[in-house]
C-alpha cells in the first residue's frame, strides 16, 4: 500500500512564508506532484519533482530527497488567495497518483 | 468550457436508489479516473480506466461500478446507493505520452445521500 503523511492544518499571516511537508512510503516512484484546492474546487496542478532538488516557480518552490521519501511546498509571500488545501500526491510504477490528505493553510491578515 | 466536464454536479438521493455519475473530457486523453473526496482522507482512486477496453479497480471500488463508453466518457455507477457514500466524487483524465501521471480534474460532483 501507500503512505503519503502531511500536516493537516497551518496558519500563517500574511506575507509570511509556509513550508508544507510531506513524507512517502510508496510501491515505486515516478514522481511527486503538488496540488492546489480552493473549498469546493477541483484540484489544481502547482509542480511535480521527479529528481531530487528544488524547482522554483514564482512564489512557489518544491523540494524533493527521493532517499528519503520526502518533499515540501514552499509558499513565499503569502496572499489571501492562497488560503486553500494542499494535496501531496505520489506517482506509483504505472504513473497512477496516490494523494495524501492534505493540509489546510489558513492566511491571516 | 472545462476540459474535463461532470454531470450532475450536485445531486441528492436516497438509500437505494441507483445513481450515475457521467464524465467527459476533450483533452484527448487515455487515461481516466474516478476518486472520491472525504473530509480528513483525502482523494481515494475508486476505478481508473487506461483505454477504451481497459477497466481497473482502485482502492475503494467495492459498491461502484464503471463504463467507458469510449476515449473521451467514463461514467461512475452506484447500484444502490448508501449514507456513507456521501461524498464529492472527481473524475480525473492524464495523458500517457506525458510520462508523468499529471491529473487534470473536472470539477467535480457533490452526492448526498440520505
Known amino acids: 500500500g501507500q503512505n503519503i503523511d502531511q500536516p493537516t492544518e497551518m496558519t500563517a499571516t500574511e506575507g509570511a512564508i509556509v513550508q508544507i511537508n510531506c513524507t512517502y512510503q510508496?510501491?515505486?516512484?515516478?514522481?511527486l506532484f503538488w496540488y492546489q484546492q480552493h473549498a469546493g474546487e477541483a484540484p489544481t496542478f502547482l509542480s511535480y519533482n521527479v529528481l531530487d532538488g528544488l524547482e522554483e516557480k514564482g512564489r512557489f518552490s518544491s523540494f524533493l530527497s527521493r532517499s528519503k521519501g520526502y518533499s515540501y511546498l514552499l509558499l513565499k509571500e503569502l496572499q489571501m488567495k492562497d488560503s486553500a488545501s494542499y494535496l501531496c500526491a505520489v506517482a506509483t510504477n504505472d504513473y497512477k497518483l496516490s494523494f495524501g490528505a492534505g493540509t489546510t493553510v489558513t492566511v491571516r491578515a | 468550457d472545462a476540459d474535463v466536464t461532470q454531470t450532475p454536479r450536485n445531486r441528492i438521493t436516497k438509500t437505494g436508489k441507483r445513481i450515475m455519475l457521467e464524465c467527459s473530457q476533450t483533452k484527448g486523453h487515455d487515461r481516466m479516473y474516478w476518486y472520491r473526496q472525504d473530509p480528513g482522507l483525502g482523494l481515494r482512486l475508486i476505478y481508473y480506466?487506461?483505454?477504451?477496453?481497459?477497466?481497473n479497480k482502485g482502492e475503494i471500488s467495492d459498491g461502484y461500478s464503471v463504463s467507458r463508453q469510449a476515449q473521451a466518457k467514463f461514467s461512475l455507477s452506484l447500484e444502490s446507493a448508501i449514507p456513507n457514500q456521501t461524498a464529492l466524487y472527481f473524475c480525473?483524465?492524464?495523458?500517457?505520452?506525458?510520462?508523468?501521471?499529471?491529473?487534470?480534474f473536472g470539477e467535480g460532483s457533490r452526492l448526498t445521500v440520505l
Open positions: 510508496t510501491s515505486g516512484f515516478n514522481g
Open positions: 480506466s487506461f483505454d477504451v477496453k481497459d477497466i
Open positions: 480525473a483524465t492524464s495523458d500517457t505520452g506525458a510520462n508523468t501521471g499529471e491529473l487534470f
